[in-house]
């Protein structure tokens, strides 16, 4: 018999291969109905499906985000249905549910067009509306072959199926696939769905394989998620930063140097405004320094990384061996401890602080690359500290202190994820309860929600990871605060203690913005290239009204900057042709001088986003309050009507 412990300590006892859903039902019909599968022992599994071992069981309901993935697997199902009603002669390959939706891999003699979609979907909606169950049938090998007599694909993954392990096929009205679930109970769930693209994919990504044409779709429970979910897909796509970056004139990326973004001149001031804003915040506390960008491998011997990361590093071979023996550092940790060797380090030095700015590169593959979230060569705002175990509490708190205050700059809103000891680790039990309860000391005081990743923990120590959430609601995982017992062994790092013995140090690893590359590349959709005024790379533009106003409006440039904002005076073309095209570059401030602003030592200023409305300000106070916004950093115009 298999014991159920449900949630509120009650248990059931029943026989090996009783069905979830009889369970569910002796529970309460009203819980049935909103049943979409069960876990047990965390394991999730659909209502059809026998069960076969006793444990926690937990009903899912469309609230538990497993319920999601078990409906978006479902809906791959029913677009399956929905081809092969309208496509018979489609072979099927595999459809499972990803991160934000799900997709289905079919071969067919021509690559499907957005009018295929359309009705593919509409289909779609008449199979949801006929409710059919999905029916699991568990079958002997010959009678799956016999099934999919038809379908290569699938036939070629049966032979894959080990000698015991259960076959099962699913149905849902006129389509049967192999499959092992979990799904949702019948169609009429997928009523939310919603197909956004094909794209030709190797046959279980192998390219010696036949290309499949992939379809990519999404599904949610409630209308409300689907169309919110397709809104911020829209507002993605206007603000990729690809083509904003191109349309502001930021960045570009040439086939040379694949992965290694050229910055303009804007994209520069951009890059560098943001170096020195983390140069700022790091002036007192920290210790910046410079390593060689080139080493020869016998330093990655002793990190490691020449027997498990090569493969992404840039070697350098050498000329008369023509072995590759130095490599570019794709990281900035082993240049870091080298430094600290070179001198002797007391307990009163520590925490010790090394910061860096230097160039990485690191080898992705070509095809993995985009934009500025996949590049090659980046910096980071890296920084080691060196420091004693009694020390990390605090020095966790003053580093998380640091890393948040970075991200409230932006209006990024920061979430915590705490990955604790991974099975295969370095160092003693009692080294990492010590690790981790000074790690969630410095969480907690916070006061802060975390995520708790039992086991996500790094080899050489547990972890904080800080996922920012963008203004469209997309998380990026940013920042970072790792322990390191593992180093300081490898590279033999020491202090002098108060009583003189020489003791290791432990490490801390932080970044703050990952690359500056990525993180530019976030902060153009984070704002969709509005960037607040002390980001901007043009943050006035002057426009005289007419050509005789130039002098009038070259002292007001002049005042601007002199005051160190960064005014450009515009005076070619009409008036409406340069305020659209400042409009255009989102220069957060226009000012505009005509005759009556020239006598008066005023200006007539529009601000971005605003329209055509137009606020009159003396010139000094304009500068005053543009100065104002700017060192504040602030996050909205502080000129408006
Ligand atoms: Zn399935
Ligand atoms: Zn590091």
């Known amino acids: ?83 092969r009603r309208l496509r018979p002669e489609a072979h099927i390959g595999f459809g499972p549910a990803i991160d934000d939706g799900f997709y289905y891999d079919f071969e067919v003699a021509t690559p499907f067009t957005p009018d295929d979609l359309a009705a593919f979907e509409a289909e779609m909606a008449l199979v949801a509306q006929a409710a059919f169950p999905f029916d699991r049938a568990e079958v002997s090998r010959e009678a799956a072959l016999a099934t999919f007599a038809d379908d290569p694909l699938k036939l070629e993954r049966i032979g894959d199926l080990g000698p015991d392990e259960i076959i099962s096929t699913y149905t849902d009205g006129p389509f049967v696939d192999l499959c092992r679930g979990p799904h949702v109970p019948d169609t009429s769930w997928i009523r939310h769905v919603k197909l956004l693209s094909t794209a030709g994919a190797y046959w279980r990504g192998d390219e010696r394989r036949q290309m499949l044409q992939r379809i990519y779709g999404t599904a949610f429970f409630r209308k409300e998620d689907l169309d919110a979910h397709l809104h911020r897909l829209e507002e993605a796509r206007r603000r990729d930063h690809r083509v904003v970056g191109k349309a502001l004139d930021l960045f570009v990326l040439h086939p040379t140097a694949p992965g290694a973004p050229f910055w303009t001149e804007r994209g520069t001031i951009l890059y560098n405004t943001l170096v020195e804003f983390v140069r700022d915040r790091q002036r007192e506390r920290f210790k910046e320094i410079k390593t060689p960008l080139l080493y020869n491998k016998a330093l990655w011997e002793q990190s490691g990384h020449w027997g498990k990361y090569r493969e992404n590093m840039f070697l350098v071979h050498n000329d008369e061996t023509g072995e590759p023996d130095t490599s570019l550092k794709p990281m900035n940790c082993p240049s870091h401890y080298l430094l600290y060797l070179t001198k002797k380090h007391s307990y009163r030095e520590l925490p010790l602080r090394y910061v860096t700015f230097d160039v990485l590169h690191r080898n992705e593959v070509a095809g993995a690359l985009s934009g500025l979230t996949r590049v090659r060569q980046f910096a980071q705002d890296d920084c080691h500290v060196f420091l004693r175990e009694d020390q990390i509490a605090d020095e966790v708190k003053f580093l998380m202190d640091f890393i948040l205050g970075h991200y409230r700059t932006f209006g990024l809103e920061a979430r915590l994820k705490f990955a604790t000891r991974p099975e295969t680790r370095v160092g003693d039990d009692a080294m990492w309860d010590r690790a981790e309860a000074a790690l969630k000391a410095a969480l907690e005081a916070t006061g802060m929600a975390y995520e ?23 998380a990026w995982q940013l920042g970072t605060i790792q322990l390191d017992y593992a180093a300081p062994e490898r590279f033999d790092l020491q202090y002098t203690a108060d009583d003189n013995t020489l003791k290791r140090p432990v490490v801390i690893h932080r970044a703050v913005s990952g690359s500056f590359e990525r993180f530019i590349g976030i902060l153009i959709e984070h704002f969709a290239g509005a960037f607040p005024l002390w980001l901007a790379p043009e943050q006035v533009r002057v426009l005289p009204l007419t050509d005789d106003l130039e002098p009038a409006a070259r002292a007001v440039t002049d005042a601007l900057v002199a005051a160190g904002l960064r005014a450009h005076l515009e005076v070619r073309e009409s008036l409406n042709y340069r305020i659209r095209e400042a409009e255009t570059m989102k220069v957060p401030y226009m000012a505009v001088v005509g005759k009556r602003e020239a006598e008066a030592g005023t200006v007539a200023v529009r601000v971005r986003g605003a329209g055509s409305k137009q606020v009159v300000l003396p010139v000094a106070e304009f500068v005053a309050r543009l100065s104002r916004e700017r060192d504040t950093r602030a996050l909205e115009p502080l000129v408006r009507d």
């Open 1 to 83: 018999m298999l014991v159920l412990r449900l949630p509120d300590g009650a248990e059931r006892t029943v026989p090996p291969g009783t069905l979830p859903r009889d369970v569910v039902a002796s529970i309460g019909p009203r819980l049935l109905k909103a049943a979409v599968a069960v876990a047990v022992d965390g394991e999730v599994q659909d209502l059809g499906t026998p069960l076969r071992r006793g444990g926690a069981f937990t009903v899912l309901t469309d609230k538990d985000p497993r319920a999601l993935a078990v409906l978006r697997h479902s809906a791959a199902h029913v677009l399956a249905t929905a081809v």
């Open 452 to 474: 708790l990743k039992p086991g996500d923990g790094a080899f050489y120590g547990p972890k904080i990871d800080f996922d920012v959430t963008d203004s469209i609601g997309r």
